[in-house]
């Protein structure tokens, strides 16, 4: 029987917020005769919610600007001298001038506390009930909460341990957070299943979130230092968990890179741990439509599904590109940088076959032509295509034409400025055609994996660069639906560091990375703060005004 539940967290102790967008709800647990519920019922209600947050949490506004805009890959300004103003915390964030009144970092930190205070919940409750998967959630309970607070290390420097729900959490920083999170990894490892990923915890998502808790080790123990120290110790143990997931046997690198960011990606072989968006569980499609134009519309079923003119990418990281297949264009050369689906000499294309094209985008843009507000048709019906104009930003005269240069000034911050990225498929069996998706969000994939592994093999004392290499020329060399990339011939840090921003671009590791490999600090596009102090973000101050009646429960970090 599962007794009744009076769950209440003090905002001082794990800040909880109204639960957001998805189908899946918390519950008021009662006696299961009294509610009529089953225990199966009562126990996948109490593990759903768990896993309900990531939804939100990976949000193009969330944790993708936090991880993406504050580096050299994305930036946000003004558009047109308005759009995506926001009080500045765009710019802010790239600038590394995030203040503790961030709206962001607000709402990251929410959904973090709020995943943390649910997977308590769901702690304390599944121990009582009789359902046979309950150990199994149970476990999976705490991979989420160790999760969580993984992200809040990498983000905010701390983490909550918190078992008993009558007590405040004991916030944790540096290697006290490192053996925590560690811990409570390898106790769940024995019990979670290899069978039920990849939106769930699995023993491959426990080797690779252990994976990258060591290989970021270094720099949670001592956040502020220069350099990391990279022990070899934990560098083997990225090695050994990384094997265990490369050597299973159950995942296989995606040969068409973009088919790991379709709609149907639920079943890649590539995708080891991932936010679950197949459309019966109420996903978004935002990272689909964030950076694209006002003037692309990517559905013909859907005249009113258009982009928002969000985010491009800085001419530095376009450079990365550039000067690594110079003097060739990148899109001849590497699968990974962009594939057309759309045949620009076509005029008139049937609506089953309209496809925008993936991966980073630059020049002029074609797509479906648009007439107060429908989309105009050959005499055979067909939907007709052409070159696409500033229409929705009432700018007929100025072709949809992306430019490299974009920055915050007048002249850097117009509709066309800044190459594009259509990652994500725009889903076509979206509901409302523009704030509903079916494509899975990647958290964590085999490529990654490689590239973990290749990059411990050269942090150890003796480095392996030949190991390395191979690493990272598998990954490459496995992209075989179009273009392959042609093999590296060798391999350092820095290359080691390109090679993942071609591979994971737009994927919320390049802030984690960056400072890894000791680049935050450096000066890019419209960035030039070099305090080492801004390498976490702040406690939202809001979280620290609650906390005001147990002195120095929450201390805010140093620089702001």
Known sequence: MIRKIFFILSIYTITVVAGGCSKLH??????????????KEVAEGLIAPVYAILPGLFQHT?????????????????????????????????????????????????????????????I?????????????????????????????????????????????SVVLRGNDAVEYIKSELLAIEPIVRDDTGPGRITKAAVWGLLAKLHLQSAVYRDIYGSPFNFTGDDMDKVIEYCDKIINSGKFQLSPE???LFDDANHTNKELIFVVDQRADLNGHN??????????QFPLP??????????????????QTWAQAYAPEDPADMDSRFFKRNLDTTLTCVPAADFNIDRGILRGQQYGLIRTSGVFEKCDNGD???????????????????????????????????????????????????????????????????????????????????????EDVNTVRASRTARVIPPPLTSMDLDLLFRERGFELYWENHRRTDMIRFGKYEGAWTEKTNTDPQKRIFPIPQNAIDGASNLPDYLVQ???Y
């Open 257 to 259: 890179y973009f088919a």
């Open 62 to 122: 969330q944790l993708f600007a936090l991880q993406e805009i504050s580096t050299d890959e994305a930036i946000l300004p003004y558009r047109g001298g308005t759009d995506w103003g926001d009080n500045g915390i765009y710019i802010s964030l790239h600038k590394h001038e995030t203040t503790s009144a961030d709206p962001n970092v607000r709402n990251v930190w929410n959904n973090l506390t709020q995943g943390i205070s649910r997977s308590i919940l769901a």
């Open 286 to 295: 935002r990272m689909a439509y964030f950076s694209l134009s006002g003037d």
């Open 26 to 39: 918390e519950r008021v647990l009662d006696e299961t005769s009294s509610t009529g519920e089953t225990e």
């Open 301 to 318: 079923a859907y005249p009113g599904a258009n982009g928002t003119d969000g985010p491009g990418i800085t001419s530095d990281y376009y």
């Open 557 to 559: 970090n140093p620089g």
């Open 383 to 469: 939907m007709k295509v052409g070159k696409l104009y500033n229409l929705t930003r009432n700018r007929p005269d100025l072709p949809v034409y992306f430019t490299e240069n974009i920055d915050f000034t007048v002249a850097g911050s117009n509709y066309n400025n800044g190459y594009r990225v259509e990652k994500y498929e725009f889903s076509k069996g979206s509901v409302s055609g523009r704030n509903f998706g079916e494509h899975d969000i990647v958290i964590l994939r085999l490529a990654d994996v490689y590239l973990m592994r290749a990059e411990a093999k050269l942090r150890k004392s003796a480095g392996n660069e030949a190991a390395a290499l």
């Open 124 to 168: 304390n409750t599944l121990p009582a009930s009789s359902d046979p998967n309950a150990a199994l959630f149970l476990a999976e309970a705490r991979g989420m909460r160790a999760y969580y607070n993984l992200l809040c290390l990498d983000l905010f420097g701390i983490a909550f341990q918190k078992d008993d729900p009558k007590v405040n």
